[in-house]
């Protein structure tokens, strides 16, 4: 999936190598105004974010799969639950119920943050380096490496066909995999304040303070996004991005095209392409479940 300023696209490789487009445009003034809120901006626009990744999840099963393996509606919202309910217990609640009883065998307050953190950062990576383990998965992060290859062409400004997207790097500094890093870093001196509490307390403020955490994570990475041309800033970030690592892999050129197939309707939209892309966009049917329409476009078989 690529999502623009007016327009969100997810493309889908079909059964018989065409690939579908599925396109939603978005309210452009909404996100400006969302964009002009320092701090409340990054929990908004993550949320805004959930709510079209679990429609793009929803399309791109509709297209992909057969008709009695497609996910309700209901079924996709209940699964988006549950993992962010295990997502919470297994990165945030068994980190401190661990680091917590270190405090009756004397350690101290601080570091008893720090180790919280560390054990959320080594069960993070070992969850990643398991999950990248099975095929499926793999496919997933061959297909994120292709987004970031793509992305990265356009910002370097190079035609986009696959021997150009091909040759990119994987790293690209806005990547939600650096995000994450970020958020377990800022939540150390956060999480620090409430270190003298009940062990409950403590989860409860790891509940109430992820959008504060959230939203500073989100500014900071604005920041070194903006300023990434900088050695200081590079170096800087240069864990955040190695963490990259273990969610792409190197696509395979079928993979590049999808990943350019998504992000020329979105780059056209937001008229940084020539007029003449946008009249091949066709006139495409409104699908019955999603606010995305489907359009095949013309040439996208690769």
Not at 27 to 54: C, F, H, K, Q
Not at 218 to 245: F, G
Request: with cysteine; charged share 15%.
């Amino acid at each position: 999936m690529m999502r623009g300023l007016k327009r969100a696209t997810v493309a889908v490789r079909r059964e018989d190598g065409t690939i579908a487009t599925f396109h939603e445009e978005l309210n452009y003034a909404r996100r400006s105004l969302l964009e002009s809120l320092p701090m409340v901006r990054g929990v908004l626009l993550l949320w805004d974010s959930l709510n079209l990744g679990i429609r793009a999840l929803n399309v791109s099963a509709a297209a992909s799969l057969p008709a009695e393996e497609r996910p309700s509606e209901g079924e996709s919202a209940g699964g988006v639950a549950i993992s962010l309910l295990f997502a919470f217990i297994v990165f945030f609640a068994l980190p401190l119920i661990i680091a917590n009883a270190l405090t009756y065998v004397g350690v101290d307050n601080f570091s008893v943050i720090v180790i919280e953190n560390v054990f959320q950062l080594v069960i993070f990576i070992v969850y990643l380096l398991l999950v990248g383990r099975i095929p499926e998965i793999q496919r997933v992060y061959g297909y994120h490496g292709a987004e970031h290859k793509a992305i990265n062409a356009y910002e370097a400004g190079l035609p986009l066909d696959v021997p150009n997207v091909s040759r990119q790097t994987l790293i690209h500094p806005r990547c939600g995999t650096s995000f994450l890093l970020v958020v377990m870093v800022i939540s150390i001196p956060i999480f620090a304040i409430f270190q003298d509490q009940t062990l409950l307390i403590k989860i409860a403020s790891r509940i109430v303070l992820i959008p504060v955490i959230a939203g500073l994570s989100y500014e900071l990475l604005r920041i070194t996004a903006t300023n990434y041309h900088r050695a200081w800033v590079r170096w800087l970030v240069a864990p955040s991005l190695a963490l990259q690592r273990l969610t792409t892999r190197e696509p395979d050129d079928a993979m590049v095209a999808v990943a350019i197939a998504a992000l020329l309707p979105v780059l056209a939209a937001d008229k940084v392409l020539p007029d003449s892309y946008d009249t091949t966009l066709g006139m495409g049917i409104d699908t019955p479940t999603t606010g995305f329409k489907v359009v095949d476009e013309p040439g996208a078989s690769a």
